[in-house]
């Protein structure tokens, strides 16, 4: 008996491609994703398109209820601020370890190097640069499951960040600094203090953006940054 498989790499081709229309806005949240409109957008049989939407809803790019017709996701405040939380608790407690061992990974340091580059270049979008940052720490631990875990959030964070910096409500400056000052602390094996500028650094993008999205910012929005005064 003939056996059909569908092409793994195709899958993983549409799902990437889609995933980058969101990011841009070209697939804007709310809006509908059919199996007949991704197999007619690139000419693919049916059942890949099926399978590339039931990934995207499984990575909750996008949500689908009671069986009904897939769509973007729409994030709001309560989105965004769960979202965020989740980083913290993560994030803070690997910068924890790594300050116990003083290790700064590198390729943390080129990533805030990067940011640093574009914002010299007037250049606010920051977005793929600022999450190699934060995800180059969480990989330095060297737990593949802690990797897998805070790589199920990927996506959301990109699409938070992406809809924060997009208004420049960010500024890089402000997150170059706080970057640095961070893995400063984390090379004097300073974890109370890692961990505290993390919380400050992500609090304030967290009540930024609920705000951006109709929600009421709380006041880690207009708290002034601590590293402020270092910044010449």
């Given at each position: ?9 195709l899958i993983d081709a549409v799902v990437e491609d889609l995933k980058s229309q969101v ?140 809809q924060l910096q997009g208004s420049q409500r960010l500024s890089p400056e402000v997150i ?57």
């Amino acid at each position: 008996m003939v056996r059909s498989v569908v092409v793994t790499s195709l899958i993983d081709a549409v799902v990437e491609d889609l995933k980058s229309q969101v990011l841009a806005a070209e697939l804007a949240p709310g809006s509908a994703l059919t199996e007949v409109k991704v197999a007619e957008r690139y000419d693919i049989a049916r059942s890949t398109a099926k399978a590339a939407i039931e990934r995207l809803v499984a990575e909750k790019v996008l949500i689908r209820n009671n069986h009904k017709t897939a769509r973007v996701v729409r994030l709001g405040p309560d989105d965004v601020r769960d979202i965020y939380r989740t980083r913290v608790y993560v994030e803070s407690e690997v910068l924890r370890r790594l300050a116990a061992r003083r290790e700064v990974p590198s390729a943390a340091r080129r990533a805030n190097s990067e940011i640093a580059a574009l914002w010299k270049e007037g250049v606010w979008d920051i977005v793929e640069p600022d999450m190699r940052f934060h995800t180059s720490l969480i990989d330095a631990l060297g737990s593949s499951r802690t990797s897998a875990m805070y790589g199920s959030l990927a996506f959301e964070v990109r699409l938070c960040m992406s809809q924060l910096q997009g208004s420049q409500r960010l500024s890089p400056e402000v997150i170059i600094a706080e970057h640095g000052r961070i893995l400063e602390h984390l090379e004097a094996g300073d974890a109370t203090a890692a961990a505290s500028l993390l919380d400050e650094h992500l609090g304030r993008a967290r009540e930024l953006l609920a705000g951006a999205l109709g929600g009421e910012p709380g006041p880690e929005a207009s708290r002034s940054p601590s590293v402020l005064s270092t910044i010449d």
